[in-house]
């Protein structure tokens, strides 16, 4: 794409608006962006008829034991990485369920690897080198929707037969036509021309947010509003458990404290022990014959 092409799209664009930007006072530019940010929801609520299809093919296929895999450069790079890394302590997911493939590799996490988002030929080794297939979801976040490296990985997943979804901030773009699912998110343009860690980078932060979330709760890793396959490393999670044993058994601390430390601290068995009346292999064995669906397994005789 040539510099003019580049320059005539939404995120690239400046708004007079806020011309002044050097001019204004700390309250004054803390007000404006606070504005700006507070617009991003409803442009996300627009592309819920995008979104909402997409989710649904990642979750079915995780469930046929497939993984979610964000690709991405820059700014939008490191939000697929951050919503992945969330996932192994919030669903004791194994780190090789959701992860990202950052343009520029690892390194580029914390310094940016120059010329990595256009090199299109690493995008496709990179999917390559994942050995991604038919049961995998892959979402290229790209702000701009042409990003090479972005673009090419994408379509390269969709030749090895993967679900493809391209994430983007402008509208008919390049990484829309190479994805199954095309998701456009239009913030406009930035406070900061052409900065698009800030509305664009928010947009895909809740879009992912949801892909994450969602797929997880399809797969049977929530109970009601409660993340019971939480791992609780630390007190705060810990305590968390207990809360949510005494939620889910309707039982007091001592009772949840004594069960989760029979349990290891897992949450679904702890409250199986309680609530079934069972032994900890029981509860176990009735959780795997549930296919770890805590629901499933507290109701099913």
């Not at 037969?161 to 994430?167: E, H, K, R, S």
């Amino acid at each position: 794409m040539t510099v003019e092409n580049l320059s005539t799209l939404v995120t690239e664009a400046s708004d007079p608006r806020y011309a002044d930007l050097d001019r204004m006072s700390v309250a004054e530019l803390a007000r404006t962006m606070n504005e700006a940010d507070a617009t991003v929801p409803a442009a996300v609520e627009r592309a819920l008829p995008q979104i909402v299809p997409a989710i649904e093919a990642a979750a079915e296929r995780m469930a046929r034991g497939g993984r979610l895999i964000y690709v991405g450069a820059g700014t939008p790079g490191r939000i697929g990485v951050l919503d992945a890394s969330e996932c192994p302590p919030t669903f004791s997911t194994p780190p090789e369920l959701v992860f990202a493939i950052m343009a520029g590799g690892s390194g580029a996490i914390v310094n940016p690897v120059e010329g990595a988002e256009d090199d299109a030929d690493a995008g496709s080794a990179a999917v390559d080198q994942a050995a991604i297939g038919p049961l995998d979801a892959v979402i290229g976040i790209a702000s701009s929707g042409r990003t090479p490296f972005v673009v090419t990985a994408v379509r390269r997943a969709r030749e090895r037969g993967a679900l493809t979804v391209g994430l983007s901030c402008n509208l008919g773009t390049e990484l829309s036509a190479a994805a199954d699912h095309g998701i456009e998110v239009e913030v406009g343009p930035e406070v900061l021309t052409g900065s698009t860690r800030l509305k664009s980078g928010t947009a895909q932060k809740l879009v992912l947010n949801m892909f994450s979330t969602i797929v997880m709760v399809r797969q049977g890793k929530v109970y009601g509003n409660l993340m019971v396959d939480v791992k609780a490393t630390n007190h705060k999670l810990r305590e968390r458990a207990i809360r949510m044993v005494r939620t889910i058994a309707d039982v007091d601390r001592d009772a949840a404290v004594r069960a989760l430390d029979e349990a290891q601290y897992d949450v679904k068995v702890a409250a199986i022990m309680i609530r079934r009346g069972e032994d900890l292999a029981a509860a176990t064995s009735r959780l795997r014959a549930a296919d770890g669906r805590l629901r499933t397994a507290l109701e099913k005789d």
